[in-house]
């Protein structure tokens, strides 16, 4: 069986450049863990196809996204995946219900959205428009509404950073309780290294333009410096 996704890329920006690698055999959450400027966001664009590297392959179980030898690259709204930014960026104008159902088709939006909004804990929400939910809740709001589309992978980059603590405890709560729960392959940027280890099945962790190591959170991390 091939593995959930499986990458090794290399990325450029001018005079810059970056070679990452990292395997999920399964479902599970994906670390992308180091510190500012080391190509975390760059490579989860890479997945998401919003930036293509000059070379390497990377693969979805039995799908191929992108392979520089084989110039295949498919179009990032063909990938079948979630893309979740640092900041929720919810249409202000729909409510909680309308952003989730937002690129839904039309004949199975309203089931999906209230099975959705019921599985993860939000169906008190759904009436409430993104002006009167709080920081945390409106990051719900995001990822539901990437996870409607019923998405391959689900790419969250430092979503919970501009979080107070309590905030981001919170959603850290409810995401091992009800996204990890779908079995979803997810890729999560984070640079802190408390996130990663309460949220990671498995880590890559980045610095000098490469990974260096990856594995299991807390045995990548006891030796990190």
């Not at 979805?60 to 929720?88: I, K, M, N, S």
């Not at 089931?111 to 959705?116: C, E, G, P």
Request: charged content about 25%.
């Amino acid at each position: 069986m091939s593995p959930a996704l499986r990458f090794h890329v290399t990325l450029r920006v001018g005079a810059r450049e970056w070679r990452h690698q990292a395997t999920m055999d399964g479902p599970g959450t994906l670390v992308l863990f180091g510190p500012s400027g080391v190509g975390k966001t760059l490579t989860l664009r890479a997945i998401a196809g919003l930036t293509s590297p000059v070379a390497g392959m990377i693969r979805c179980g039995e799908r191929t996204l992108f392979d520089a030898a084989a110039r295949v690259d498919v179009p990032p709204q063909d990938r079948g995946v979630g893309y979740v930014p640092q900041h929720a960026a919810l249409f202000p104008y729909l409510t909680v219900r309308g952003n989730v159902g937002f690129g839904v088709a039309r004949h199975e939006r309203a089931a999906r959205v209230a099975a959705l909004l019921d599985e993860l804990g939000m169906s008190g929400l759904a009436d409430r428009w993104p002006a009167a939910l709080s920081g945390g809740e409106r990051q719900r709001v995001a990822v539901a509404r990437a996870l409607a589309r019923q998405p391959t992978l689900l790419l969250l980059d430092e979503p919970f950073s501009a979080l107070d603590r309590a905030a981001r405890l919170d959603l850290r709560a409810w995401f091992r309780s009800h996204v990890r729960a779908q079995r979803h392959v997810v890729v999560l940027v984070t640079h802190d290294r408390e996130e990663a280890m309460a949220l990671g099945d498995h880590l890559a962790l980045l610095d000098d333009g490469r990974t260096i190591a990856e594995g299991r959170p807390a045995d990548v991390l006891a030796t990190a410096s």
